[in-house]
C-alpha cells in the first residue's frame, strides 16, 4: 500500500508569484485535504475535494485553489503569494467509505515566500 | 465552531517517567477526536482516536487518552516515556455533523525527553 506522496519537498517562491503544489492520495483513497501549518502552529484546514469538487472549505482566500484529478490526486494552487503565505502545506487522503474517520498525511512541502 | 486548546507549549520530562499532554476542547455538537504526532520535518501520525464507546482509547508507542465529556478534555498519556518520543503532539477534532473531514487542531504540545 503506497502512502500518501507530496512534491516538491521545498520550495522558495518570491511574493506576488504563483505556486503549484502536488498530492498523490494513499491507494484506494477518494478525498483528499489540504491544511495550512505555520510555524509554531497547528495546521489549519484549507479545503477538501471530493469526486474532483471542492466540498468544504476553511477561511482561505480564493487565490487558494485546487484540483483533484480522476486518479484521486491533487493539486494546490496560490495565487499571488504573500509573505504570510510560507508554511508547510500537508495534503491528507482518506476514503468517504471508511467508518474509521482517519485521515493520512503527506510529509509536507515547505513553502517559503521571500 | 469548534475549537481546540492545549494549554502547554512545551512539556519537558525525564526518560522513563510519565507524561501527561493535556487537551481541552469547544463544540456545541458532537465531536470525534484525534491525537497525531509530528516528528521534525515530517508529516503527522496518528495516534488515536476516539469515535465512541470506551472512553479510554488505547493507540501506538504506548500512549493512550481519556475522553471526558463532563470536562470536555481529552489528555493523552504515557506511563513511561523514551528518548524516541520527542515530537510535536498535536490534538484535533472533527465534528460529527458536516459532510466533510475537516480536522481543527490544536497549536500543539512539543514533548521533550531528556535521560
Known amino acids: 500500500e503506497t502512502g500518501v506522496t507530496q512534491s516538491p519537498t521545498h520550495l522558495i517562491k518570491t511574493r506576488g508569484q504563483q505556486v503549484t503544489l502536488r498530492c498523490s492520495s494513499q491507494?484506494?483513497?477518494?478525498?483528499v485535504s489540504w491544511y495550512q501549518q505555520a510555524l509554531g502552529q497547528g495546521p489549519q484546514f484549507i479545503f477538501q475535494y471530493y469526486r474532483e469538487e471542492e466540498n468544504g472549505r476553511g477561511n482561505f482566500p480564493p487565490r487558494f485553489s485546487g484540483l483533484q484529478f480522476p486518479n484521486y490526486s491533487s493539486e494546490l494552487n496560490v495565487n499571488a503569494l504573500e509573505l504570510d503565505d510560507s508554511a508547510l502545506y500537508l495534503c491528507a487522503s482518506s476514503s468517504n467509505r471508511d467508518s474509521r474517520y482517519e485521515q493520512y498525511f503527506g510529509p509536507g512541502t515547505r513553502l517559503t515566500v521571500t | 465552531a469548534q475549537s481546540v486548546t492545549q494549554l502547554d507549549s512545551q512539556v519537558p520530562v525525564f526518560e522513563e517517567a510519565p507524561v501527561e499532554l493535556r487537551c481541552n476542547y469547544s463544540s456545541s455538537v458532537s465531536v470525534y477526536l484525534f491525537w497525531y504526532v509530528q516528528y521534525p520535518n515530517q508529516g503527522l501520525q496518528l495516534l488515536l482516536k476516539?469515535?465512541?464507546?470506551?472512553?479510554l482509547v488505547k493507540g501506538i508507542n504506548g500512549f493512550e487518552a481519556e475522553f471526558n465529556k463532563s470536562q470536555t478534555s481529552f489528555h493523552l498519556r504515557k506511563p513511561s516515556v523514551h528518548i524516541s518520543d520527542t515530537a510535536e503532539y498535536f490534538c484535533a477534532v472533527r465534528n460529527l455533523n458536516t459532510g466533510f473531514q475537516k480536522l481543527v487542531f490544536g497549536t500543539g504540545t512539543r514533548l521533550l525527553v531528556s535521560p
Open positions: 476516539y469515535l465512541s464507546g470506551s472512553t
Open positions: 491507494s484506494g483513497h477518494n478525498t
